[in-house]
């Protein structure tokens, strides 16, 4: 496709300085764009680069719309989601057409919009309903009651297990599972484990974006519930009863056990792990290949380690841990110093 500066403008609500009639056909990063490009500068260090790419314009923050960089610039407020308004505009629709495969299983006592598009191999099971506008791709199965919203993209090899309900306009990476069984076993006398039925289900909110190979299990009874605007990466495990906060992200190989509440607007690191039946308060930063052990009661805090604690206390700490060979010495150094200046007992 083709686009000029100034109807990329209009449509993602920048500012022009410069020739808005330049036409560009596609977005590139800044050291890899040619000429018809438009790429983008988010970081300051990277000043020098945008003044020599090649690209024929630059989405940039306004605090930066004022510099001479020999090319049209389109200045915004928050650059990075005017850059995903950007791409959205190059980025390639799935959607071409709704139309449903003639090689998908679909009961007929489920019920899928005229607007939808059902790929090859998808299965619908009994008494499903799919919203408008929604799409199965290829090869995803969507078990029996379950309630999928409208303008959904469900990937490949997606699995929705029975009863779990999926708002609108959600993401669902390939190979996602959603509804598995909860690890729920009663240990028994001869040591051995006795399965506890998970009987409850999945409750996902709207505009959430689950990542591939990522597992979200039914509850023992009632709901595991993703509220509105999460966003979760790949290979992520999100144990029974778990409920997450609106808006909060979690990056990938992250696991939350059982029954945890993770409140809104948090963000937690990759590799995080967080143990069942806490709660951890809205707006908590949680730093990379952490352990949280214990519920954390306000809002807006950081915290690093395992077991977690509270950022700048690791960093204190950290600090310190790193010189304990050296303060050892000195320690001795002082004990002997101490032991000649008192002299014999």
Known sequence: ????????????????NGNGNIVIKGASGLESAQEGHITFLSNDKYLNKAKSTNASAILV????????????????????????DMLNIFGNSLKSEYEVSDFASISKSSFVHDNCTIGPFCVVANKVKIGEGTQLISHAYIGENVRIGKNCIIYPGVKIYKDCLIGDNCIIHANAIIGSDGFGFAPLKDGSFKKIPQIGNVVIGDDVEIGSNTVIDRATMGSTVIRDGVKLDNLIQVAH????????VMAAQAGIAGST????????????????????????????????????????????????????????SFAIYKNLPDLESRIRELEKTIKDLKGPS
């Open 1 to 16: 496709m083709t686009i000029t500066v100034e109807k990329i403008a209009e449509q993602i609500g920048g500012k022009v």
């Open 61 to 84: 923050s306004k605090e930066w719309q004022n510099i001479d960089f020999d090319v049209p610039t389109i200045a915004v407020d928050n650059i990075y989601a005017s850059l995903a």
């Open 241 to 248: 009863n778990v409920e997450i906060g609106k808006n909060t």
């Open 261 to 316: 509440k993770l409140g809104a607007n948090c963000q937690v690191g990759g590799q995080t792990a967080i143990v069942g039946h806490i709660s951890i308060a809205d707006k908590t930063l949680i730093q990379g290949q952490s352990g949280m052990t214990k519920t954390v009661k306000k809002e807006g805090t950081k915290w690093y380690g395992t077991p977690a604690i509270e950022y700048n206390n690791y960093l204190k």
